[in-house]
């Protein structure tokens, strides 16, 4: 009997006796036993950047304070990190009704009261609590053309105008910035929907310096990294995360020298070799990310777009995903399923991103690339007719998918299958030796 995430359990699964199977996880690292204290420690020792209680007191009497925060589908365990920041500005002299937390929505949608306090705990009963607004043209500001590529930059105006930009994040690998974190809250968590649609854009996408876990070279990290500091970021706290959802590490400062940090951490943990490519991978993703199809394929694309895709040309992914919340409600999610069924193929899929695009269209676009490599099923979705629509393939259990994907790659008398139980914070690379 195999398991996997699923939802806020887990999924049981029997693998058949013609399956050769193989497992891979991101490395053990104890989380940490106090949470709440390591934020503190850090704060009081951060990297490459004056402590924020001394940030905070050089700002003038009044000054409008901003904290960016992820929302419900990243781990960010922001209920215990904001506080020890909300305690620094205190000290400072910086005032709680000067203090805004800005729940980085982008284009997904605005999160609900009930939501904000799961996320930030009794924060919202201490400072103002907002979402931002990446549809309403009034409530931005301009950035300027942003290089490498000249995206047009804008974040909110509540941003813009703040005397000092605060962020929380975790940091893991990223299909597109390489790496995200604190300064991806800012730059495309509180940006204008122009931003999205520039960033997620073809000319992005296919740039071969986009990739998973790269940062060097990466046009799209150098994008955000302009427009977080455009928008005033000077201070992050960031942390991460094992394949739990636990901290394992937490991190305070200046926002490169913390990504730095904990990018190596990251990269140990996460990273982790395998000597082949397989048949078949059963990817895991669970709570929160399996919410939705536009978040919990993004299992499927990672292992394609690993540095050599973990599933051979022609073989098959398995999602367990729960998918509540079916492709997702917000206006990225409803145009990733509407990208999806319009096109007849999904090589029309792609052909039409490159004749017009908009933000949350890139989902698409990376799963019609993926579908273009191999099979993608999802096995145990509350919604089966959106996985269809989406141009993928339902199954009732995993069973019934692993038995889908063994028909789709010609049922051989032996098939190779991996499985990742934590398929978005684990990233197998196929080794030197075994793609010589």
Not at 146 to 154: A, F, K, L, M
Not at 369 to 386: F, K, M, N, R, Y
Request: hydrophobic share 45%.
């Amino acid at each position: 009997m195999q398991r996997v995430p699923y939802g806020e359990g887990e999924i049981d699964f029997m693998i058949q006796p013609w399956f050769d199977v193989d497992v891979v996880a991101s490395k053990t690292a104890a989380p940490l036993a106090d949470l709440g204290r390591a934020a503190r420690e850090a704060l009081a020792a951060p990297l490459g950047a004056p402590p924020l209680r001394q940030l905070a007191a050089d700002l003038r009497k009044g000054a409008q304070v901003v904290i960016a925060v992820t929302d419900l589908t990243r781990s960010s365990p922001d209920a215990v990190l904001v506080p020890p920041l909300l305690d620094a500005l205190n000290a400072a002299g910086v005032r709680d009704g000067s203090i805004t937390v800005i729940v980085a929505v982008g284009l997904h949608r605005a999160t609900t009261e009930a939501e904000k306090r799961e996320k930030l705990g009794a924060v919202v009963d201490r400072v103002r609590v907002v979402d931002s607004d990446g549809r309403d043209p009034s409530k931005w500001a301009d950035l300027g053309s942003i290089p490498p590529y000249g995206v047009p930059g804008w974040t909110q105006k509540i941003v813009k105008d703040a005397d000092l930009v605060i962020a929380t994040g975790v940091v893991e690998p990223h299909q597109y910035a390489g790496w995200s974190g604190g300064r991806k809250t800012v730059a495309i968590g509180c940006c204008g929907e122009p931003v999205i649609t520039a960033t997620h854009g073809m000319r992005f996408l296919e740039d071969p310096g986009v990739r998973l876990a790269r940062i060097d070279g990466n046009p799209f990290h150098e994008t955000i990294r302009e427009i977080a500091k455009r928008a005033g970021l000077r201070f992050c706290v960031n942390v991460v995360n094992d394949d739990r959802e636990r901290a394992i590490a937490v991190a305070a400062g200046d926002p490169d020298a913390v990504l730095a940090h904990l990018v190596r951490i990251g990269s140990e943990v996460f990273t982790r070799p395998i000597d082949k490519q397989y048949d078949i991978v059963i990817a895991g993703v669970g709570a929160p990310k399996d919410v939705n199809l536009y978040q919990a394929s993004r299992a499927a694309t990672y292992l394609r777009f690993a540095p050599t895709p973990v599933v051979r040309a022609g073989g098959a992914i398995v999602i367990p995903a729960q998918l509540p919340e079916g492709a997702g409600s917000g206006a990225g999610e409803e145009r990733f399923l509407a990208a999806l069924e319009r096109a007849e193929s999904p090589a029309a899929v792609v052909e039409g991103a490159r004749r017009h695009f908009e933000g949350g269209e890139q989902r698409a676009v990376m799963v019609a690339l993926t579908l273009q490599h191999c099979l993608v099923i999802v096995a145990g979705s509350e919604e089966p007719d959106v996985v269809r629509r989406a141009k993928l393939r339902p199954a009732m259990d995993v069973e019934e998918g692993l038995d889908l994907a063994y028909e789709h790659i010609g049922r051989p008398e032996r098939a190779s299958v991996l499985i990742v139980p934590r398929a978005l914070h684990t990233l197998p690379v196929v080794t030197e030796r075994a793609r010589a």
